[in-house]
């Protein structure tokens, strides 16, 4: 009997210790669109979609480097709001807007429409917001949004556009579906990333984009690639449609 007692004690010790083990590890996210990696790049959250991994998001105390000097020569801001080609009736949509490098440049060009400034940040809205007085700038609309969701009206923008943002976009597949929602038919989309395929571009790895993984990450909700230009020294700019 006592033998007995001698096998079954351990067994049973294993088992609580297998059981609890099962409940206080902690669970692997589930999801059908993402995928969860231990072993991934340190700039990045180990969150992957289609194969990319997500970058951390850009905190509002790197908001002086936004505005930094040099990037009127490294993104020629001004070039890239002429490639936009807008109307002044245009309704534009800045995603993940920062500190406005973007918004404040198009709101004087579309005077009777407006510039919706999105961004999960509420320090970045402030500083918009600040900006936004001094520049009597009316027509911007700061709007905070979520990690999943633009919080934008339904089909009323007639361009979409995000610069240096989308790669850090914790649920990208959300955010494009919720964008696609905003854009009114024929409505465009344009991402502006630093170019994945070119070695020479001195940026880290999960802060930059190929046109190929935006083509299959954007046109899997429905939008449908029109053009990339090359006009930018180190980045991509890629136009994207909804159908009409
Ligand atoms: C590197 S900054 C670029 C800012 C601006 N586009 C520019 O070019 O100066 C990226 C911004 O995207 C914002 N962001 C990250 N995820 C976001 C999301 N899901 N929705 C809206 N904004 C987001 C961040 O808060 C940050 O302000």
Redesign the pocket.
């Known amino acids: 009997m006592t033998k007995l007692w001698l096998l079954i004690i351990p067994a049973l010790l294993l088992a609580t210790t297998v059981m609890y083990a099962q409940i206080a590890s902690p669970k692997a996210p589930t999801s059908a669109e993402y995928e969860y990696r231990t072993n991934h790049d340190p700039n990045g959250i180990g969150k992957f979609y289609m194969g990319r991994e997500i970058a951390h998001?850009?905190g509002h105390l790197g908001a002086d480097w936004?505005e930094r000097a040099e990037r009127v020569a490294e993104e020629r801001p001004d070039d890239v709001v002429k490639n936009f080609k807008l109307k002044p009736s245009d309704v534009v949509a800045?995603?993940?807007?920062?500190?406005g490098?973007?918004t404040f440049r198009i709101s004087p060009i579309v005077k009777q429409g407006k510039v919706y400034a999105?961004?999960?940040?509420p320090e970045?809205l402030a500083l918009m917001e600040q900006r936004k007085t001094k520049e009597k700038a009316n027509n911007v609309i700061t709007v905070q949004?979520t990690?999943q969701d633009?919080k934008l009206p339904e089909s009323t923008i007639d361009l979409a556009f995000?610069?240096?943002?989308y790669h850090?976009?914790?649920?990208p597949r959300e955010?494009m579906q919720s964008i696609v929602k905003s854009l009114k038919p024929g409505g465009r989309v344009v991402l502006i990333e630093y170019r994945g395929e070119d070695p020479a571009v001195q940026i880290k790895l999960v802060h930059k984009m190929t046109v190929a993984q935006v083509r299959k990450e954007l046109e899997a909700v429905g939008l449908k690639w029109k053009e990339t230009k090359g006009f930018l020294p180190y980045q991509h700019f890629i136009v994207f449609e909804k159908a009409g």
């Open positions: 998001v850009m936004l800045d995603i993940g807007a920062g500190t490098y973007f999105v961004d999960i940040q970045m949004g990690e633009t995000m610069v240096d943002a850090e976009f914790s649920y955010m």
